[in-house]
């Protein structure tokens, strides 16, 4: 009777074991299938940190042996007014239902604040990137996370960080401290995602946070009206500059980069930013996220989850790479001495 019950377990055992091997086989051979995968852009391709993250995405993909068949929908928020806008999200969703993708990727607030209502509980994972917005903001209108940042639903992704007291004690370590440090913001669904990440951050700096004062901006005409009044203010060394959509006629926008061509041309003290790209625009510092690091963040979840991996395994990620960025052209310009130690720590200089 004992040998019996060994040879009834040991069998019990192979079993499992054949089962487990089954469904890793399962789950790996799927990383070699085709994808239908349906990429939706706040902005535009031709914005050098959405194309990074677009970049990192596919690169991770490919990675884990995924076929992309892939569509890219470009929203274009910065240009267009808010009924245009509505309009090109409403055809993201018929194309969503036309198209029948495995994954969606939302990039950026805009795409991910409009669509989150269309998309959630959905048969399809959606992956979003570059989220500024308090993330909790969005929980406690959706239930989207657990406590611990398990999906509830079938949408995951990548926070963007933003280094809001990195930048201020570079803006005081490189240009002197401030009797106030102004934060420019657009009143655009960027902005104010961005102005509500800082002020989460800046809590942990008492001080900065006591000496940053916000002025937020709709329109062209008054954000050029208030840089021209800063440049007469003695005690003003320095902006942090968040401005990402402004009006200047009816139903025209300028867009994040006319709007730091034309800071440069009105503002003549050093503009501090959170984007690389920004900076090699004509800001002259900044301490940014890396860009395509936190797009291939978000390929690596999808490829994850197409393997057959349940959702309720991960957790909401946030990019954790930062870079910090010079434009030496507007130190020249501004004539500011760029320090031998602010090189030695940069990642990048222009």
């Known amino acids: 009777m004992k040998q019996k019950i060994k040879v009834e377990t040991g069998w019990n055992m192979l079993s499992k074991i054949l089962k487990f091997l089954i469904y890793l086989l399962c789950i790996f051979s799927l990383s070699y299938g085709k994808v239908k995968a349906l990429f939706i852009f706040s902005y535009t391709l031709d914005e050098p940190n959405v194309y990074?993250?677009?970049?990192?995405?596919?690169?991770?993909?490919?990675?884990?042996?995924?076929?992309?068949k892939a569509k890219a929908i470009e929203l274009d928020y910065r240009h267009l007014p808010k009924e245009e806008f509505q309009?090109?999200?409403?055809?993201?969703i018929?194309?969503?239902?036309?198209?029948?993708?495995?994954?969606?990727?939302?990039?950026?607030?805009?795409?991910?604040s409009y669509l989150l209502p269309y998309v959630k509980d959905k048969n399809y994972y959606v992956i979003f990137s570059g989220i500024n917005k308090n993330i909790e903001l969005y929980n406690r209108?959706?239930?989207?996370?657990?406590?611990?940042?398990?999906?509830?639903?079938?949408?995951?992704?990548?926070?963007?960080?933003?280094?809001?007291?990195?930048?201020?004690?570079?803006?005081?370590?490189?240009?002197?401290?401030?009797?106030e440090y102004p934060f420019l913001v657009s009143?655009?669904?960027?902005?104010?995602?961005?102005?509500?990440?800082?002020?989460?951050?800046?809590?942990?700096?008492?001080?900065?946070?006591k000496k940053t004062s916000i002025y937020t901006f709709s329109?062209?005409?008054?954000?050029?009206?208030f840089l021209e009044s800063l440049n007469k203010d003695k005690s003003n060394k320095y902006i942090i500059h968040a401005v990402f959509k402004l009006r200047k006629e009816k139903d025209k926008y300028a867009g994040v980069k006319e709007v730091i061509n034309e800071t440069v041309k009105h503002y003549f003290k050093p503009a501090l930013g959170f984007a690389n790209s920004w900076v090699k625009l004509g800001l002259t510092l900044g301490v940014s996220c890396d860009f395509y690091d936190?797009?291939?963040?978000?390929?690596?979840?999808?490829?994850?989850?197409?393997?057959?991996?349940?959702?309720?395994?991960?957790?909401?990620q946030k990019e954790d790479k930062k870079e910090l960025v010079i434009n030496r052209r507007s130190f020249r310009k501004l004539n500011k001495k760029l320090p031998l130690g602010l090189i030695f720590a940069s990642d990048e200089i222009y």
């Open 87 to 92: 309009k090109k999200v409403k055809k993201a």
């Open 52 to 68: 990074k993250q677009y970049k990192g995405s596919l690169k991770a993909l490919k990675d884990f042996g995924f076929e992309i």
């Open 141 to 179: 209108k959706y239930n989207l996370f657990d406590k611990n940042g398990h999906p509830l639903s079938n949408i995951i992704g990548v926070l963007e960080p933003l280094f809001i007291n990195e930048i201020i004690a570079t803006g005081v370590y490189t240009f002197g401290d401030a009797k």
């Open 187 to 209: 009143n655009d669904i960027t902005g104010q995602s961005v102005l509500s990440e800082a002020l989460l951050y800046l809590k942990d700096n008492p001080k900065f946070l």
């Open 294 to 316: 936190m797009g291939y963040k978000a390929g690596k979840l999808a490829a994850n989850l197409l393997q057959g991996y349940p959702i309720f395994f991960f957790k909401v």
């Open 219 to 225: 329109e062209f005409r008054d954000y050029i009206s």
């Open 94 to 112: 018929e194309e969503i239902q036309k198209y029948k993708p495995q994954v969606v990727f939302l990039y950026d607030d805009p795409a991910f």
